[in-house]
């Protein structure tokens, strides 16, 4: 079975930076295979990963490639287990490092790059996509303290900014109970588009962000995981964008382009 993921980067301030798909990861059959997205060349100021150069090259690899390697968290830590914990997974059956990185999103403080998955559709055909809550640092001190009392199961309501001045596309979440509508966070920017696409599709009833967990001692960056989900259009295809397009094209891959092994 195959499993792919697409990596952000983010260019300028961590608060108004604008973020792009840059590169595709794949892992079948025991290879993992890097290429580089149409998101790379339009990018302003993207520079090519360590060891990774060539835009308009296929890097292929028997083990994961160092750069997302060094993403998760290696299992002789001692917070491993809450680690896959936090990311709604079982300790005992360790899941395949794409899936792990796909929910945890490689995030590291020292650098400005994403992994995450092209959602897919779920067993009844809907769109299923599992995050972690964006934007919870930049948050009112009020914003925190209403996040430490959410529960997993909690609703969370979609709301699409339109004169938000560092995204326009941004969509927040908030809390919708007795207490009121609290902002307390934002769907990933990469999954922006597609949200408000589906929102413009589906009916408000068939649309539904829920609280997975609630992770008290983990990062801000992974505090709250969400589950959305939502009916799944017929004319609607996620990461469809010409910047998730990859550079080097698989027929072109296996022909006049050349490929590296790790």
């Known amino acids: 079975m195959k499993s792919v993921l697409y990596i952000a980067s983010r260019q300028g301030e961590p608060k108004a930076g604008f973020w792009s798909p840059v590169g595709r990861l794949e892992h079948e059959a025991g290879v993992y295979r890097f290429v580089y997205t149409k998101g790379a060349e339009t990018l302003a100021g993207f520079q090519p990963f360590p060891g990774m150069p060539d835009l308009r090259e296929v890097y292929e690899s028997d083990t994961l490639f160092p750069l997302f ?9 001692p917070e491993y287990e809450a680690f896959l914990v936090w990311g709604g997974f079982d300790p005992a059956n360790p899941p395949d490092p794409l899936a792990v ?4 999103q490689g995030l590291r403080q020292t650098d400005s790059l994403e992994v995450f998955p092209c959602p897919m559709p779920d067993g009844r055909g809907r769109y299923l996509s599992k995050f972690f809550l964006h934007g919870v640092r930049w948050m009112h001190p009020v914003a925190h303290e209403r996040i430490a009392r959410l529960q997993p199961g909690d609703p969370l309501m979609l709301s699409l900014e339109i004169n938000n001045p560092h995204d326009a596309e941004a969509v927040s979440l908030r809390t919708c109970d007795a207490v009121g509508r609290q902002l307390v966070g934002y769907v990933p920017r990469y999954l922006a588009h597609d949200v408000r696409e ?3 599709e589906c009916h408000p009833e068939h649309i539904e962000v829920t609280v997975e967990r609630l992770n008290a001692g983990a990062p801000l960056q992974q505090r709250v995981l969400c589950r959305m989900s939502s009916c799944w259009p017929d004319d609607f295809t996620p990461c469809a964008g010409e910047v998730f397009q990859p550079i080097v094209g698989d027929a072109q891959s296996l022909g006049r382009f050349g490929r590296t092994r790790g």
Request: charged letters at 10%; hydrophobic letters at 40%; a positive charge.
């Open 69 to 77: 390697a060094n993403r998760l968290l290696s299992p002789s830590r």
């Open 101 to 104: 990185l796909g929910v945890t």
């Open 198 to 200: 589906l929102c413009g």
